[in-house]
């Protein structure tokens, strides 16, 4: 069973490591950003409600993104196992994430750790919506008050590693410390 949360600021790179780690674990790659973008490139009622804050930098409401999680984590392909990238993104999420799991553990929390200087000049040349600068920087700020405190909540599961290397050499320290963990 893999059940796994990847923890980082915007930029370490969680987005293309967990493609890579979803196909070698063989189980799905669940991006709360990217349901997010899909449904307001869909022009869905959730896309239009979120859309704006998604463009300045800040959380959506955790009753909003909760439950698009609870429905997406309902489907038939997560039974083997899931990559959570991007969520939970505070502790009040995963407190919820705990819930919707009833009881059963996460296998390891990924914490990709980078320097904030390397990931706003990754970001800058990403150009996406939401990658201005004073965007990534208050997206930055956001990650430092309200996602940085799940490190400490899953403080017994975590596995903190270096997000600066080769994309493949990355992958690579990932899955051996899974593999470490069992
Ligand atoms: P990045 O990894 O570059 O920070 P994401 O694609 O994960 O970007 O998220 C983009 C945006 O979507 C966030 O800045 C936020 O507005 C929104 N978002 C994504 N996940 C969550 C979440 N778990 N809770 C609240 N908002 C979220």
Known sequence: MTRVVLVGPPGAGK???ATALSRRLG???ISTGDLFRAHIANGTELGLRVKAIIDSGGL???EITNEMVRVRLADEDTRAGFLLDGFPRNTGQADFLRDALGGVDLDAVVEFKIDE???VGRLLGRGRVDDSE???RHRLDVYRK???PLLE???DKLITLDAVGEVDEITGRVLSALRDRG
């Open 134 to 136: 004073d965007v990534i």
């Open 27 to 29: 189980v799905p790659h």
């Open 15 to 17: 987005g293309t490591q």
């Open 153 to 155: 909540y899953y403080a």
């Open 60 to 62: 959506v409401p955790d």
């Open 146 to 148: 309200e996602t940085a």
């Open 117 to 119: 200087d390397v990931v």
